[in-house]
């Protein structure tokens, strides 16, 4: 089937330090993966994706990692800051371009 | 470069009526995508639409709900008779492809409310 679950819930982490977001998928045939951020009442904005043929994806602050094998990615946020709070959302493409989405984290930066 | 727009933002129906949600795709973009969101809970897909065709509608409700995206204007995503359920955030997307093109951007979504 088409899952995608994330983990944890909610994040808490003081401002400058790093958030870690882990993410599995069940379907070994999915290449490609985007996270989003969502602030409250906003629109899902992508922020990263990561396609399979690699193994990692830096963009400034942001990063995602990607194990195949283990079918997880990870999203990584370094030095964060007040902005940064928001839900993010990881997914996983499957048959037809459609996105399957974790349920999201609460990703809460602590000045 | 306009974003992906719809329209309305609110929606406010009783039991019973009809609700149509509209989408127009990014400038250059000929697919079009709708995700439903229920509080705090992620998008589930419910439609993929290229102009003329439904691709792909695994994500659709078999009754009350269809979608279409004519040649000229916006994509509508319909759901008739609506129920206290069908109160969620309908979100679109929009992409200029498939695979290596596939990337989807968001619209500001719709919020239906049913009385």
């Known amino acids: 089937g088409e899952n995608v679950e994330q983990h944890p819930s909610t994040l808490s982490v003081q401002e400058g330090d790093s958030a870690v977001i882990k993410c599995t998928y069940s379907?070994?045939?999915?290449?490609?993966f985007p996270w989003y951020k969502q602030e409250l009442g906003k629109r899902p904005q992508l922020i990263i994706d990561?396609?399979?043929?690699?193994g990692e994806k830096k963009d400034q602050r942001i990063a995602v990692t990607l194990n195949k094998t283990a079918k997880h990615f990870s999203l990584h946020i370094t030095e964060t800051q007040p902005e940064d709070s928001a839900v993010y959302f990881c997914?996983?493409?499957?048959?037809?371009?459609?996105?399957?989405f974790g349920k999201g984290n609460q990703v809460v930066v602590i000045p | 470069n306009a974003g992906v727009m719809q329209n309305p933002r609110h929606l406010v129906r009783r039991r019973g009526q009809e609700a149509r949600l509209r989408c127009s795709p990014m400038?250059?973009?000929?697919?079009v995508y709708w995700y439903r969101q229920l509080p705090e809970e992620g998008l589930k897909f419910m439609v993929y639409?290229?102009?003329?065709?439904?691709?792909?509608e695994s994500g659709m409700p078999k009754e009350r709900f269809s979608a279409e995206f004519p040649k000229e204007g916006p994509s509508i995503l319909r759901i008739q008779q609506v129920v206290r359920g069908d109160s969620a955030a309908y979100f679109c997307?929009?992409?200029?492809?498939?695979?290596?093109?596939?990337?989807?951007?968001f619209g500001p979504g719709t919020r239906l409310t049913v009385l």
């Open positions: 997914a996983a493409r499957y048959g037809n371009n459609r996105l399957a």
């Open positions: 639409l290229q102009k003329e065709n439904i691709i792909d």
């Open positions: 997307a929009s992409s200029p492809g498939q695979g290596a093109y596939g990337e989807q951007f």
């Open positions: 400038k250059g973009h000929s697919h």
């Open positions: 990561i396609r399979s043929n690699v």
């Open positions: 379907d070994s045939a999915s290449n490609y």
